[in-house]
């Protein structure tokens, strides 16, 4: 059974930092790509970064680049965001994801989503 669960969010003051972690079980993780996403009240869900599965490769959205970090333990079967010099703009749901095959064709899997709030 796949299962990815967020942790680390919580409310933060405008300029600080949070890390988010991912927790996944259910796949090989390190075979698969992971990536970040987030949605804010009344906004469509948006990528925030991605990371290759030996961690090569990695992008970000324009509106983090230079202060979000992804990261990836592949021993440990964990992926991290790290956020630094967060503004009200960053308050979100951010959600793990990760695409897997699944009966010949491919499936985005989810984590439950962690709450990161910047207030001001």
């Known amino acids: 059974q796949v299962q990815l669960v967020e942790s680390g969010g919580g409310v933060v003051q405008v300029g600080g930092s949070l890390r988010l972690s991912c927790a996944t079980s259910g796949f090989p993780f390190r075979t698969f790509d ?4 987030r949605q804010a009240i009344g906004k469509e869900r948006e990528l925030v970064s991605y990371i290759s599965s030996d961690g090569q490769h990695i992008n970000y ?13 592949n021993l440990k079967n964990l992926a991290y965001l790290q956020m630094n010099s967060l503004s009200t703009d960053d308050t979100a749901v951010y959600y793990c994801q990760t695409v897997l095959p699944v009966g010949g064709a491919s499936r985005a899997f989810w984590g439950q989503g962690t709450q990161v709030t910047v207030s001001s």
Do not use: E, N
Request: aromatic content about 18%; hydrophobic content about 35%.
């Open 34 to 37: 992971m990536s970040w996403y």
């Open 61 to 73: 959205a324009d509106s983090v680049k230079g202060r979000f970090t992804i990261s990836r333990d």
